[in-house]
């Protein structure tokens, strides 16, 4: 997908606006992995300070006039919510060749809006699906995107195929310097998906350790296991966070918890009468997903 020799910077100055977790993980991916690229921060002053004693950034600013100023390509590392409200702004100070991308956790609603705001051309929604349930810049990590699937979306009306080749193989090209794996989806497909991959676990973690507090195990907690301790890890992710991607993809959140009870209410019924055969359909696709992992 990418386009450019391996050892050809596709940037020489990225401006990261929200440097957290995953801003300030490819903050400090770039400047691990690429270090001929001048990286500028744009955030908080607090936020800054921390970016700039974690070695996250070369440059950093509170002004976003300020921190856009020559930049060839900019990532927009915010909530979705953020990243709507700030779009219209980015797209006014930008200069004319910067190519803009984003991480947020659902496309369909920010490349509408970039489309809206005539930045079609140059526009790549992208999504590296890797993350934490910690927040902030004191727990980003460069190694945090090795080997993550960065899904890329690109803009152009209705992301079809041949539209802006040179910005998706550009921003591709950064992605794969990062030691991530881009992927190439449009926003529909991606936004459905993530409702299962990344929306219903979370859901998932949050009812698990509700129910269970609610209940007699309530007490018990402490006793808990690995199992319950992995899977409730999520259960620890921001609300404020959850509720912007929750709202920005909600249709198909809705319809992945209704297939998810679906699923459960079938393996209620079967409790007791042998569940051998969900088991072992479940451990044939999880142990294809290891393969590919590895």
């Known amino acids: 997908m990418s386009q450019g020799a391996r050892g050809t910077e596709p940037f020489r100055r990225v401006a990261i606006v929200g440097v957290g977790l995953i801003g300030g993980s490819i903050g400090l991916a770039l400047r691990r992995r690429m270090p001929r690229v001048r990286v500028i921060g744009i955030d908080r002053p607090a936020v800054l300070r921390a970016a700039r004693r974690r070695g996250a950034v070369h440059e950093a600013t509170a002004s976003l006039a300020r921190g856009l100023r020559g930049a060839d390509l900019v990532v927009l590392a915010l909530p979705v919510d953020a990243i709507l409200d700030v779009l219209p702004q980015v797209a006014r100070r930008a200069g004319p060749l910067a190519l ?85 989806l449009d926003a529909r497909r991606h936004d459905l998906a993530v409702a299962r991959l990344s929306h219903l676990p979370q859901l998932i973690s949050v009812a698990l350790v ?85």
Do not use: Y
């Not at 609603?109 to 809206?116: K, T, Y």
């Not at 319809?255 to 044939?284: I, K, M, P, S, T």
């Open 100 to 184: 803009i991308t984003d991480v947020g956790s659902t496309k369909g609603e920010i490349l509408d809006a970039a489309r809206r705001l005539g930045l079609g051309g140059r526009f790549v929604g992208g999504h590296p699906m890797a993350g934490s349930e910690r927040t902030g810049i004191r727990s980003a990590d460069a190694s945090l995107l090795l080997g993550a699937p960065w899904i890329l979306c690109p803009a152009g009306p209705g992301g079809r195929r041949g539209e802006a080749p040179q910005a998706l193989g550009r921003i591709a090209a950064l992605v794969e310097r990062l030691g991530a794996r881009p992927a190439r």
């Open 210 to 294: 509700n129910s269970a507090a609610a209940s007699p195990a309530g007490p018990l907690l402490e006793f808990s296991g690995p199992a319950f301790r992995q899977m409730s890890r999520l259960a620890s992710s921001p609300s404020g966070l959850w509720d912007a991607i929750l709202k920005s993809n909600r249709p198909a959140a809705i319809a992945a918890v209704d297939d998810f009870v679906l699923e459960l209410r079938r393996l209620r019924a079967r409790l007791g009468r042998g569940l051998a055969r969900d088991f072992r359909r479940a451990a044939r696709i999880r142990a294809r997903l290891a393969r590919r992992e590895r």
